[in-house]
């Protein structure tokens, strides 16, 4: 208490004619825009990489290098660590990314975002005509250009333009107060050195909770580096004050991953955990160095005998330096620091369910949000194959309880994921798409929505089946021997539409070139045996039972169903393949 006291005695003798409130708002109303700007970026760069971002993230598993690789690209094109983090909190949650994986492009993702703090660098140096040109000849390309990439370049500019409309407004809130004596002394209280230069670790430690709590409010440690950077143009804060402050911003900015996972399942805490320790970690790490490292780069570079506008690239630098070294401290003992988050946070004693809804579709970049809704709706096509093959082994045995109560689990399970598909998919689609993304919502929406019926259809199926066995009838042998051929005729067309979902539109027409053909083939063959079974009752056949002959029919008709929604998969690939 006696520090604030002291805080806001010095506070006191800033200049009167400008109130603390006054400064407030227009930080904030500079802070806002500055935030939109980011925003425009993202959408601009996500529009115009759309097709790349996608291949980005699933290269993510293949080593720790793509990942690494990944986290940082997909970081520096959606401007934001953040959005990147909570991506990876919903790919383990999915159980489409390890907890290794994840780590590879959390740490990734900590490089990739210092692009911006390059970009906020630079501002200082950009007057405001400059800045006024920019915007106007963006907006003017965003609002009239016929093509749809023109309209996305045109946004990526009006996002660079707002991001320095914002800083100078904050500029000039702070230019004011930016030359009192109250402000100086408010800022020597925060500041990583002493009145003689020297580091002092009590300073640092303030400095490095000023920014994790700064950035954990902002939730962008984009924002408050550029805040960072218009005190040290200013004057009003030294260098190593600022380079101490990124250390704190690199702890703040975690905040995101655990709002994200705060309902999640034990993997997606693991992966909020790992990146909050890695920056941490990083942080105790490094700090120690600074009246070291600081010292030697400013003999390499003459930092101190720079004016304030270099400064800010000097910052800049700090920033990346340290998301560097600290990648290249973490990146080989990625695998036995992902165990030591496992044994921080054990597995649940329950099962959990994988949950996309835990995930705010807002925060994801439209295209990599899409793409996670594609893993998931991968997931269901799996878990329908698994259903289809119980099945057949449902048919086949007679001790199947088991089975029975797997394929009903599964058919619920499979309901829970498309309902948050749609859900998730739902807000998605309400925000500004390339046409691209959002016609791959529109299909994945609707391949959702079939393979939840498909694993409908198998339990429609079982049902027929254990009506049959409470009223003790059973099939004749060449009745059930038809109905399995019928069975896997179905399977090897699933199979078929299933994998072309997997491999994507590239090689969706190569996969389902036979796609009407074999769809034509089953709805003969449910005809054949259909028209067997009703001349066998019309000849009174000793060995067919009336009841099950009609029951028969009833799983027919639910097989002709589970043909179509098969069917309705291949064509929304295929339909995907011409756009």
């Given at each position: 208490?006696?520090?604030?006291?002291?805080?806001?005695?010095?506070?006191?003798?800033?200049?009167?004619?400008?109130?603390?409130?006054?400064?407030?708002?227009?930080?904030?109303?500079?802070?806002?825009?500055?935030?939109?700007?980011?925003?425009?970026?993202?959408?601009?760069?996500?529009g115009v990489a759309g097709p790349k971002m996608r291949k980005l993230v699933a290269a993510a598993t293949t080593n720790r290098f793509a990942g690494v690789a990944t986290g940082t690209i997909v970081t520096a094109i959606v401007q934001s660590?953040?959005?990147?983090?909570?991506?990876?909190?919903?790919?383990?949650?999915?159980?489409?990314?390890?907890?290794?994986?994840?780590?590879?492009?959390?740490?990734?993702?900590?490089?990739?975002?210092?692009?911006?703090?390059?970009?906020?660098?630079?501002?200082?140096?950009?007057?405001?005509?400059?800045?006024?040109?920019?915007?106007?000849?963006?907006?003017?390309?965003?609002?009239?250009?016929?093509?749809?990439?023109?309209?996305?370049?045109?946004?990526?500019?009006?996002?660079?333009?707002?991001?320095?409309?914002?800083?100078?407004?904050?500029?000039?809130?702070?230019d004011p107060i930016a030359s009192s004596d109250g402000l100086r002394e408010v800022m020597s209280m925060f500041s990583a050195v002493d009145s003689a230069g020297n580091f002092s670790a009590w300073g640092m430690f303030k400095c490095v909770?000023?920014?994790?709590?700064?950035?954990?409010?902002?939730?962008?440690?984009?924002?408050?580096?550029?805040?960072?950077?218009?005190?040290?143009?200013?004057?009003?804060?030294?260098?190593?004050?600022?380079?101490?402050?990124?250390?704190?911003?690199?702890?703040?900015?975690?905040?995101?991953?655990?709002?994200?996972?705060?309902?999640?399942?034990?993997?997606?805490?693991?992966?909020?955990?790992?990146?909050?320790?890695?920056?941490?970690?990083?942080?105790?790490?490094?700090?120690?160095?600074?009246?070291?490292?600081?010292?030697?780069?400013?003999?390499?570079?003459?930092?101190?005998?720079?004016?304030?506008?270099?400064?800010?690239?000097?910052?800049?630098?700090?920033?990346?330096?340290?998301?560097?070294?600290?990648?290249?401290?973490?990146?080989?003992?990625?695998?036995?620091?992902?165990?030591?988050?496992?044994?921080?946070?054990?597995?649940?004693?329950?099962?959990?369910?994988?949950?996309?809804?835990?995930?705010?579709?807002?925060?994801?970049?439209?295209?990599?949000?899409?793409?996670?809704?594609?893993?998931?709706?991968?997931?269901?096509?799996?878990?329908?194959?698994?259903?289809?093959?119980?099945?057949?082994?449902?048919?086949?045995?007679?001790?199947?309880?088991?089975?029975?109560?797997?394929?009903?689990?599964?058919?619920?399970?499979?309901?829970?994921?498309?309902?948050?598909?749609?859900?998730?998919?739902?807000?998605?689609?309400?925000?500004?798409?390339?046409?691209?993304?959002?016609?791959?919502?529109?299909?994945?929406?609707?391949?959702?929505?079939?393979?939840?019926?498909?694993?409908?259809?198998?339990?429609?199926?079982?049902?027929?089946?254990?009506?049959?066995?409470?009223?003790?009838?059973?099939?004749?042998?060449?009745?059930?021997?038809?109905?399995?051929?019928?069975?896997?005729?179905?399977?090897?067309?699933?199979?078929?539409?299933?994998?072309?979902?997997?491999?994507?539109?590239?090689?969706?027409?190569?996969?389902?070139?036979?796609?009407?053909?074999?769809?034509?083939?089953?709805?003969?063959?449910?005809?054949?045996?259909?028209?067997?079974?009703?001349?066998?009752?019309?000849?009174?056949?000793?060995?067919?039972?009336?009841?099950?002959?009609?029951?028969?029919?009833?799983?027919?008709?639910?097989?002709?169903?589970?043909?179509?929604?098969?069917?309705?998969?291949?064509?929304?690939?295929?339909?995907?393949?011409?756009?």
């Amino acid at each position: 208490m006696p520090l604030f006291a002291e805080v806001v005695s010095k506070f006191s003798i800033i200049e009167a004619n400008f109130t603390a409130m006054a400064i407030l708002s227009c930080v904030l109303g500079g802070l806002g825009i500055f935030l939109l700007g980011m925003q425009q970026i993202s959408e601009g760069l996500q529009g115009v990489a759309g097709p790349k971002m996608r291949k980005l993230v699933a290269a993510a598993t293949t080593n720790r290098f793509a990942g690494v690789a990944t986290g940082t690209i997909v970081t520096a094109i959606v401007q934001s660590s953040s959005v990147t983090t909570v991506m990876v909190v919903g790919m383990v949650t999915s159980g489409i990314m390890t907890l290794t994986q994840a780590i590879n492009v959390i740490i990734g993702a900590n490089i990739g975002t210092t692009a911006t703090a390059w970009l906020v660098a630079a501002f200082p140096k950009i007057g405001t005509t400059a800045i006024a040109f920019i915007i106007g000849v963006a907006a003017i390309i965003y609002l009239f250009a016929k093509r749809e990439g023109w309209k996305f370049i045109g946004l990526i500019f009006l996002g660079l333009g707002l991001i320095f409309f914002g800083l100078d407004f904050i500029k000039g809130a702070m230019d004011p107060i930016a030359s009192s004596d109250g402000l100086r002394e408010v800022m020597s209280m925060f500041s990583a050195v002493d009145s003689a230069g020297n580091f002092s670790a009590w300073g640092m430690f303030k400095c490095v909770c000023v920014g994790a709590v700064a950035t954990a409010i902002v939730q962008s440690s984009s924002a408050t580096t550029g805040i960072a950077i218009i005190l040290v143009a200013q004057g009003s804060i030294d260098f190593y004050s600022a380079a101490t402050l990124v250390l704190g911003m690199n702890i703040g900015t975690t905040i995101t991953a655990w709002l994200a996972a705060l309902n999640a399942p034990t993997e997606a805490r693991r992966a909020a955990l790992a990146h909050s320790l890695f920056n941490i970690i990083g942080t105790c790490i490094m700090a120690p160095l600074f009246p070291i490292a600081l010292p030697i780069a400013n003999k390499m570079f003459g930092i101190e005998a720079m004016d304030a506008t270099d400064l800010t690239f000097a910052v800049a630098g700090v920033h990346t330096a340290f998301n560097v070294v600290n990648t290249c401290f973490f990146l080989p003992i990625v695998k036995q620091f992902a165990t030591l988050i496992a044994r921080i946070i054990p597995d649940s004693k329950i099962h959990e369910l994988p949950r996309l809804t835990v995930l705010n579709p807002l925060k994801l970049a439209p295209v990599v949000a899409v793409e996670q809704a594609r893993k998931e709706v991968e997931q269901m096509s799996k878990r329908c194959e698994v259903i289809i093959d119980k099945l057949r082994t449902f048919l086949t045995h007679s001790n199947t309880e088991d089975i029975e109560k797997d394929i009903f689990h599964a058919e619920e399970e499979l309901d829970i994921l498309q309902h948050e598909v749609a859900q998730f998919l739902g807000v998605i689609m309400t925000t500004n798409l390339p046409s691209d993304v959002a016609n791959r919502a529109r299909m994945l929406l609707r391949v959702a929505d079939e393979f939840e019926t498909v694993s409908d259809d198998v339990v429609a199926i079982q049902k027929q089946f254990i009506r049959m066995r409470k009223a003790n009838m059973s099939l004749s042998e060449r009745c059930q021997n038809d109905l399995l051929g019928l069975h896997d005729m179905c399977r090897a067309f699933a199979g078929m539409a299933f994998d072309a979902f997997r491999q994507g539109k590239m090689h969706a027409v190569d996969l389902l070139n036979h796609l009407h053909t074999d769809a034509n083939g089953i709805t003969v063959r449910v005809k054949e045996i259909r028209q067997d079974q009703m001349n066998r009752m019309a000849e009174k056949d000793p060995t067919l039972n009336p009841i099950c002959a009609i029951v028969t029919l009833d799983i027919l008709n639910i097989y002709r169903r589970l043909k179509e929604d098969c069917l309705n998969i291949g064509e929304a690939m295929l339909e995907e393949s011409r756009m």
